[in-house]
């Protein structure tokens, strides 16, 4: 059967379409019992392991057991609670018996189109319920979106733990963990071009390393020619093959590189062009970097409060979208504009706060030098 999912907030826990409310000792025994299946538990164990710092009696338990076997009854088909005679209680649990949908191939194609569309628009939820009840719809979600829902997740120390998929089939998202962390961005951006000329690197990787990613290291090392190169060619590309996903992203890199040669009047007219397109292409990640990018400019102008304004519904939006690459992303770009403009004081001090808070949540500096390892080793 695939697993019961323990929510992080409240007793509550959902299987399926199922979802059951214990009371907080309810929950305990329960989860106690599901981490250790078919072992068999004394009533003497069970206090031991839910009550350590109480004096109930044996009776607790017995009561407790008749509670959650209520409560887990919708899921009978699948778990139960067994008393043995003389020993005590084990929780068993049976196999389901697979969809058939999974080997439909119509199915396949309509869920993998229906996952690119919140992926485009930036609907977290949505791809974190696809990807917890892919035995309910009848769908496996492919290895790509599974990288992709990892990525998005925050869920960085799997890329290395996840020994059975290769180097090559991981090396987009290594490359943009490492960025995250690494402070030379001209050495990020020599490993992106590495892996641009790699063939074993994914079309679909391969492409958004051209026209995106590179740019946007070549702006953040200030290759302000260079980057006006690229920019103008891949906007060209994006613009002449319709990548519909990419158009959003061109127009916030002109903006970034208007920001840095602080042209005014380029700005107006940029903003004005992105703003327009975001109604087209109302993609929620892109809405959320367009705010940090307006914030940006209001630091330009001197106005901070208008700033903070911008940079709080930014932020908001990519809570919403559940994407933390992107709270990373632009976390480092306030930094490094404030940087670039000269503004020390109380906003760059908490951006670097929340940039050391997010590396330690997410263990990136433990992360750092084993995937500097992996990018050597390959990215020759």
Same mark, same amino acid.
């Given at each position: 059967?695939?697993?019961?999912?323990?929510?992080?907030?409240? &007793?509550?826990?959902? &299987?399926?379409?199922?979802?059951?409310?214990?009371?907080?000792?309810?929950?305990?025994?329960?989860?106690?019992?599901?981490?250790?299946p078919?072992?068999?538990?004394?009533?003497?164990?069970l206090?031991?392991?839910?009550?350590?710092?109480?004096?109930?009696?044996?009776r607790?338990?017995?009561d407790?057991?008749?509670?959650?076997?209520? %409560?887990?009854? *919708?899921?009978?088909?699948?778990? %139960?609670?067994?008393?043995?005679?003389?020993?005590?209680?084990?929780?068993?649990? %049976?196999?389901v018996?697979?969809?058939?949908?999974?080997?439909?191939?119509?199915?396949?194609?309509?869920?993998?189109?229906?996952?690119?569309?919140?992926?485009? &628009?930036?609907?977290?939820?949505?791809?974190?319920?696809?990807?917890?009840?892919?035995?309910?719809f009848?769908?496996? +979600?492919?290895?790509?979106?599974?990288?992709?829902?990892?990525?998005?997740?925050?869920?960085?120390?799997?890329?290395?733990?996840?020994?059975?998929?290769?180097?090559?089939?991981?090396?987009?998202?290594?490359?943009? +963990?490492?960025?995250f962390?690494? *402070?030379?961005?001209?050495?990020?951006?020599?490993?992106?071009?590495?892996?641009l000329?790699?063939?074993?690197?994914?079309?679909?990787?391969?492409?958004?390393?051209?026209?995106?990613?590179?740019l946007?290291?070549?702006?953040?090392?200030?290759?302000?020619?260079?980057?006006?190169?690229?920019?103008?060619?891949?906007?060209?590309?994006?613009?002449?093959?319709?990548? @519909?996903?990419?158009?959003?992203? +061109?127009?916030?890199?002109?903006?970034c590189?208007?920001?840095?040669?602080?042209?005014?009047?380029?700005?107006?007219?940029?903003? @004005?062009?992105?703003?327009?397109?975001?109604?087209? &292409?109302?993609?929620?990640?892109?809405?959320?970097?367009f705010? +940090?990018?307006?914030?940006?400019?209001?630091?330009?102008?001197?106005?901070?409060?208008?700033?903070?304004?911008?940079?709080?519904?930014?932020?908001?939006?990519?809570?919403?979208?559940?994407?933390?690459?992107?709270?990373?992303?632009?976390?480092?770009?306030?930094?490094?504009?404030?940087?670039?403009?000269?503004?020390t004081?109380?906003?760059?001090?908490?951006?670097?706060?929340?940039?050391i808070?997010?590396?330690?949540?997410?263990?990136?500096?433990?992360?750092?030098?084993k995937?500097?390892l992996?990018?050597?080793?390959?990215?020759?």
């Amino acid at each position: 059967m695939e697993k019961i999912q323990f929510s992080n907030t409240g &007793y509550k826990v959902t &299987y399926r379409s199922e979802e059951i409310i214990f009371l907080p000792r309810e929950y305990q025994l329960f989860k106690f019992l599901y981490q250790n299946p078919s072992q068999i538990f004394s009533r003497e164990e069970l206090l031991d392991a839910v009550w350590p710092m109480e004096d109930p009696v044996d009776r607790t338990v017995d009561d407790h057991i008749y509670r959650v076997r209520k %409560k887990i009854d *919708p899921l009978s088909s699948v778990i %139960k609670i067994e008393t043995i005679r003389g020993q005590g209680y084990l929780l068993s649990t %049976k196999e389901v018996h697979e969809s058939p949908l999974l080997k439909d191939d119509e199915v396949s194609t309509q869920v993998k189109s229906l996952f690119h569309k919140y992926h485009l &628009y930036g609907q977290g939820d949505a791809l974190k319920l696809l990807e917890e009840n892919q035995n309910v719809f009848g769908f496996q +979600i492919d290895l790509p979106n599974l990288l992709y829902l990892h990525f998005m997740k925050g869920d960085f120390s799997w890329f290395l733990e996840a020994q059975e998929i290769t180097f090559w089939e991981k090396c987009f998202y290594l490359l943009h +963990i490492y960025s995250f962390i690494e *402070p030379d961005k001209m050495k990020c951006l020599n490993y992106f071009t590495c892996a641009l000329s790699a063939e074993e690197i994914s079309e679909d990787h391969r492409l958004e390393i051209k026209l995106l990613n590179r740019l946007s290291l070549l702006i953040f090392t200030k290759q302000l020619d260079e980057a006006a190169t690229l920019l103008h060619q891949s906007k060209k590309e994006i613009y002449e093959k319709n990548i @519909e996903g990419f158009i959003p992203l +061109i127009l916030l890199s002109e903006l970034c590189l208007a920001l840095l040669q602080k042209d005014f009047q380029e700005m107006e007219k940029r903003m @004005e062009e992105t703003k327009k397109n975001l109604v087209n &292409y109302p993609y929620l990640r892109e809405n959320a970097n367009f705010s +940090i990018v307006k914030g940006i400019y209001c630091l330009l102008k001197n106005n901070e409060s208008k700033a903070e304004d911008y940079f709080d519904e930014g932020f908001q939006l990519l809570q919403e979208a559940k994407f933390i690459p992107g709270m990373l992303i632009n976390i480092n770009m306030i930094l490094f504009y404030l940087d670039e403009f000269g503004l020390t004081g109380r906003l760059q001090t908490y951006y670097q706060e929340l940039k050391i808070k997010y590396i330690q949540e997410y263990k990136l500096n433990e992360l750092h030098s084993k995937i500097e390892l992996q990018l050597k080793y390959h990215l020759k």
